[in-house]
């Protein structure tokens, strides 16, 4: 099957020995430089990057952390040895100065008193989101169904001053990804309804996860947005299983009560690196346009004990951003466009390295023409079934870059498809995202939305289909080059009404 395929995709592109179809002769945009360049992306090559950089030395590249660092530097290295262009503000990184606020569990306590018994429950079966000390004497319970969207109207700032709130926290991974994500669209809704209400506490009930995280896994503070990383009103989450039973009994005509103290946290600075590397274009002026390529190259790092590798998620994407460039580099004719290669921190927190290069663009946002990002490619063993040589891009019909990766996955016998249920519904879900919002035509093109070990200790470099990624990153790299070397820029499809703001921030940029 393999050898039939190298013999299908040779005579696609043309290599040395095999006699190209007319079709694929004639289009111009398989030069033979074209085509070297593609065959240099290697699945050996894929899979010596993704063994270091989902191995158990990096643990797991949590935002922050020293195996986060370490991936950062061999991205570099990487780019450095591919020969691009450094352009951050130190070399090939752009650097976040933020800060990292640990829990501090110096004369920790946190008491239920059930009027029947008196649990105190350790911190390895909590969970914090505190922004400062908290100190709560002994203090009545109010329940609230946040599934019930008139819950909180029986309540006012006066009923719940004082008050510790208990809300069951839905679990939103058992739920099919568009359940997931209305149900979340509503649970922010009314978190941010209960902050107007100022609570002394707010109790989550967490019945699917067994195990807190004891304060060590800390928040990130963003100077510049530092609301965005933390509740206005204290949140404790609670997984404790007896305690847990001793608030249900509450329920039934008990009175509960609950007392806290937990010490201010302690902050410490970090440096954060989105790591970045050009391409630079030949074209006199096309070279001061950009296509961007890029993934993030954090993951959960250490949860529970256990270091989670995160190999597809999104080791697969960020050593495709490696080999790409690579592959690309060693062209002899540089496209028309430069091709700008990214890393990002931080998305698996929130898009936060992506949003910071929004913020912060080293490149002009308005001479940025296009983006593909990179997630989930490596994998096959789609929860939708075996996903071979198809790939999906989120937002397909948003722009006209669908339509030339499309063409590109034919020439090189990948099928780049609209998948009906997860294309727009995950547009907004990845790093994409920041770039569009800055009106820059961006998608994340993936193979597997969801598969086994998603977001799990098991989601290890050994599971992933090296042969099919290679096939994958050369598609990419044909349609990244397409776009380079056109001269008409991607556009909105402003017919479609799901992007109007985004259309409304690309105007807002020609404009300037």
């Known amino acids: 099957m393999q050898r039939l395929f190298a013999y299908a995709f040779a005579a ?42 989902a191995s158990d030395l990096l ?14 530097e061999y991205i570099a290295a990487q780019f450095r040895r591919a020969g691009l262009e450094a352009v951050g503000d130190d070399g090939y990184f752009q650097t976040a100065n933020w800060a990292f606020a640990e829990t501090n569990l110096k004369d920790f306590s946190f008491r239920i ?66 359940q997931a994500r209305t149900a979340y669209g509503g649970w922010q809704f009314f978190n941010a309804q209960l902050a107007k209400l100022r609570p002394a506490l707010v109790l989550l009930v967490d019945r699917a ?4 995280n004891a304060g060590g896994k800390g928040r990130l503070i963003d100077p510049e947005n530092s609301g965005e990383t933390v509740s206005p009103i204290p949140r404790i989450t609670l997984h404790s299983v007896q305690a847990i039973r001793a608030l249900d009994a509450s329920r039934t005509g008990g009175r509960a009560r609950v007392s806290v103290n937990v010490a201010a946290p302690v902050e410490r600075a970090v440096k954060l690196r989105n790591v970045i590397g050009v391409l630079r274009g030949s074209d006199p002026e096309l070279k001061n346009t950009y296509v961007m390529v890029t993934a993030h190259y954090d993951h959960l790092g250490i949860k529970d004990g256990v270091i989670h590798n995160g190999a597809n998620d999104d080791g697969s994407g960020t050593v ?20 700008v290669f ?28 296009a983006n593909v990002n990179l997630e989930q490619v490596g994998r096959t063993d789609s929860s939708e079934g075996p996903q071979l040589n198809n790939a999906s891009m989120t937002g397909f019909d948003f722009s006209d870059v669908g339509t030339v990766f499309r063409k590109a996955g034919k020439l090189t016998g990948i099928d780049v498809y609209k998948n009906e249920a997860n294309s727009d519904l995950y547009f907004g879900l990845s790093d994409n995202q920041a770039l569009a919002d800055q009106g820059v035509p961006a998608h994340t093109l993936c193979v597997a939305f969801q598969y086994p070990d998603y977001h799990a200790p098991g989601d290890h470099w050994q599971k992933v289909d090296y042969a099919n990624m290679a096939k994958v990153n050369r598609m990419v790299a044909l349609g990244v080059l397409m776009i380079a070397n056109d001269p008409v820029a991607p556009k909105w499809n402003t017919a479609n009404p799901l992007t109007r703001p985004y259309v409304e921030a690309w105007k807002r940029q020609s404009s300037q």
């Not at 004639?26 to 990057?49: C, F, K, M, Q």
């Not at 996860?209 to 807190?212: A, E, T």
């Not at 495709?320 to 091709?339: D, F, N, T």
């Not at 921190?345 to 002009?364: A, Q, V």
């Open 209 to 212: 996860h067994p195990k807190g």
């Open 12 to 53: 696609v592109i043309g290599i040395a020995g095999i006699h190209a179809g007319a079709s694929a002769a004639a289009d111009p945009h398989l030069t033979p430089d074209t085509s070297a360049a593609l065959e240099r992306i290697s699945e050996h090559s894929l899979r010596g990057h993704l063994s270091f950089i």
């Open 59 to 72: 643990e797991g590249r949590g935002t922050p952390s020293r195996g986060q660092d370490l991936a950062a």
């Open 342 to 369: 990214m890393t990002v921190f931080g998305e698996e927190l929130g898009l936060f390295g992506s949003r910071y290069y929004g913020r912060h663009p080293i490149l002009p946002i308005r001479q940025t023409v």
């Open 113 to 178: 008193d059930s009027g029947k018994e008196q649990l105190d429950i350790p911190a390895s079966e909590l969970s914090f989101s505190l922004a400062q000390a908290l100190a709560l004497a002994p203090s009545a319970i109010v329940n609230i169904d946040a599934s019930d969207a008139a819950a909180l109207n029986a309540h006012s700032t006066a009923t719940l001053a004082g008050k510790v709130v208990v809300i069951n926290l839905p679990d939103f991974e058992a739920m099919p990804p568009e």
């Open 320 to 339: 495709s951003v490696m080999e790409i460039a690579s592959a690309l580099s060693g062209m002899k004719q540089r496209p028309a466009r430069s091709i």
